[in-house]
């Protein structure tokens, strides 16, 4: 007997006697119904689903409950990991669905054998640290069964010893693997392919669209249906997938797997050592040649600097001469063979850099303090996304609580070439003319004016004192951070966390251990954080989040628009920073009891014309632009707290 939607959302629906704690919300179940609609008939639907709708919800169990076979695509591994531990468990067991569910991750999530074998006869795993990391993951893995390196704790995240254990597509033997038949990736693959819904996230799925659009094959499932969570950042990753990069990482992974298969497969041509040595050092040559600075500029820019085009001729010769010495060997084994293959793709892709640019992409460089990255993105992703929505005839489905700029969809549906699409709008259940107060401040200098930091600091000192810390400061830029961090340091009598002294995770895990801290975060705080209750009631924001214009890709499609005869402020950048600006207000409010301040520190949100777009987009929250009433209202705050906690304690 099928199940109707109304009788699991309904207010005395199975969600409501199953899942304590689970309270009816008439846009959830909208949400569900349209998605199931969609779903049974095909199509396109984009919709946003405001916070605390509870759209995860809302499309899964429609998903499970259609019959057909369904990718749910996230935006992070961290959401894939909720999904799929967390929601999808409580909504089949509350069904009572023996539905086939599998997660897959991108292969650098999962553990090689092979590599693992290796890993010993690489130098680094020499230092202590990575030798005791080692020692830990070869005993986990004798016990995982899926491999994957998210169940290891004690081995941070970012730690580097993961490079030697898990695979890349460039150094991944395939089925000349000798653990090929036992291969963790290989299983998860497996699963997904008889699973009724598979949990993947943008990088994978775009990854499996690069690999089809190449003729390639795939890395996914084909589906029934498509739902695409967190749609708002899949255009960014579309636009890294389908354009080509080549690192100093890649170089080097490169000469370290060449030199170990060397041992392994070899170990009689010691002229190879010395060639793979040449090719380090071509690879750190290039790096100087860029100058000491870290950069972030246009590919035209190096047309000034011939050091750099003569290091990175001289780069591709090496690995070249590289190739052709294993190419001589080829046959003597599988990891030299993998290794004179990935020469021959870094000299291709060097000389495609090289040549004359096509119009069609954008070229561009990066530098860090040791490595560089050199870059080709599509100026415009928009028919290749197309091409892909059209194969198969599935359904799709695009949702996020920041998907729509006012009541329209326009601005991300051209990005991603989505044309003929349906489009809902639901808005979030909370209550935020009671919940929230949207302070600007009068008086705020230009964000260009030198004392504009300050100034912003100055004021977030006071209401930090009001709100006895509890709150978060986000910034559009890493040096606006820094230079708060040093303003309020000795001035503020709470404790500073700030962005890049620690991992994200352990920063946000002490903000909501302490109670009173002040947090202080750049762009990746401003997106899939969730606080809730009383250890978060301000939200402070510096600038509109307009994207740097000096940025070279940003520059390149503004440059694109200007020329087709459109006005990129108002098409692109606007529309991008309401998206942004959406985002990191949504911190703020994040369950029905939340309540705070959040502050818009930047005049030109009143001052400058197009700031209707933006408050036309925000919850509509109370406002005000007097300061003694957005302290009244922190310090209302603070003393509910208080009796609160006295009543705890009594």
């Avoid at 969809?409 to 949207?438: C, V």
Wanted: net charge negative.
């Amino acid at each position: 007997m099928s199940i109707g939607i109304d009788e699991v959302f309904g207010a005395d629906g199975l969600l409501s006697r199953r899942i304590p704690g689970y309270q009816w919300r008439e846009q959830q179940q909208r949400m569900a119904e349209r998605v199931a609609e969609l779903i049974d008939r095909g199509g396109i639907l984009c919709c946003e689903a405001g916070t605390g709708t509870g759209k995860t919800f809302a499309y899964l169990v429609p998903a499970l409950l259609s019959g057909h076979k369904t990718l749910v695509s996230t935006g992070t591994k961290n959401l894939q990991d909720q999904l799929f531990h967390r929601d999808l468990p409580l909504i089949r067991e509350a069904l009572g669905l023996p539905v086939a569910v599998a997660l897959l991750k991108g292969r650098g999530n999962y553990l090689c054998k092979q590599r693992l074998a290796l890993a010993a006869h690489d130098e680094r795993a020499r230092k202590p640290e990575w030798a005791a990391w080692l020692q830990r993951i070869r005993a986990w893995a004798k016990d995982t069964r899926a491999g994957d390196i998210n169940e290891l704790g004690g081995v941070p995240e970012d730690a580097g010893i993961w490079s030697l254990v898990t695979s890349t597509t460039e150094n991944c033997l395939g089925q000349d693997c000798p653990e090929y038949d036992t291969c963790h990736l290989v299983e998860a693959r497996k699963r997904a392919q008889e699973a009724d819904l598979v949990v993947i996230n943008h990088h994978l799925l775009c990854a499996d669209f690069s690999l089809k659009d190449e003729g390639f094959g795939e890395l996914l499932p084909a589906a029934d249906c498509y739902i695409i969570d967190e749609a708002h950042q899949l255009p960014e990753v579309a636009s890294n997938f389908f354009g080509e990069t080549i690192s100093s990482r890649q170089i080097l992974e490169l000469t370290r797997d060449t030199e170990a298969a060397y041992h392994l497969e070899a170990g009689d041509l010691p002229g190879l050592l010395e060639q793979i040595e040449a090719v380090a050092k071509a690879s750190r040559d290039l790096r100087l040649a860029f100058g000491l600075s870290e950069r972030r500029a246009a590919w035209k820019e190096l047309e000034q600097e011939p050091a750099v085009g003569g290091a990175l001729d001289h780069l591709a010769t090496q690995i070249d001469l590289l190739g052709g010495m294993l190419d001589a060997i080829q046959g003597r084994g599988k990891g030299l063979d993998n290794c004179l293959e990935r020469c021959r793709k870094l000299v291709a892709g060097l000389s495609a850099l090289s040549a004359e640019p096509s119009g069609e992409d954008i070229r561009w460089f990066e530098t860090t303090t040791l490595g560089y990255r050199l870059n080709s993105t599509p100026l415009d992703i928009a028919e290749v996304f197309r091409e892909q929505l059209g194969r198969g005839g599935a359904a799709w489905v695009f949702t996020s609580a920041t998907l729509a700029v006012g009541e329209s969809f326009e601005h991300f549906m051209a990005r991603l070439g989505i044309r003929d699409a349906e489009t809902a709008k639901w808005d979030s259940p909370f209550d935020y003319p009671r919940q929230a107060l949207w302070f600007v401040p009068r008086g705020m200098p230009q964000p260009r004016d030198p004392l504009f930091n300050r100034k912003v600091a100055e004021l977030a000192i006071e209401l930090i004192e009001a709100s006895d810390g509890r709150a978060f400061l986000l910034y559009t830029s890493h040096r606006a951070l820094r230079e708060a961090a040093a303003f309020l340091d000795g001035r503020v009598d709470h404790p500073l966390l700030v962005q890049g002294s620690l991992p994200k995770a352990e920063l946000l895990e002490r903000f909501r251990e302490q109670g009173n801290a002040v947090l202080l975060g750049t762009a990746s705080f401003w997106e899939g954080v969730d606080v809730r209750g009383d250890a978060l009631s301000l939200v402070i924001i510096d600038k509109l989040p307009f994207a740097s214009p000096g940025d070279p890709v940003i520059q390149a499609r503004l440059d694109a628009m200007r020329k087709a005869g459109g006005n990129p402020f108002m098409q692109y950048q606007v529309p991008q920073a309401v998206i942004a600006l959406k985002q990191g207000a949504g911190r703020l409010i994040r369950d029905v009891n939340d309540r705070g301040l959040l502050v818009v520190c930047d005049p030109r949100l009143l001052g400058r014309p197009y700031g209707h777009v933006f408050l036309n987009s925000m919850p509509d929250m109370a406002r005000t632009r007097d300061p003694a009433e957005a302290i009244r209202f922190l310090a209302s705050l603070r003393h509910e707290q208080e009796s609160d906690d006295e009543a705890a304690g009594a």
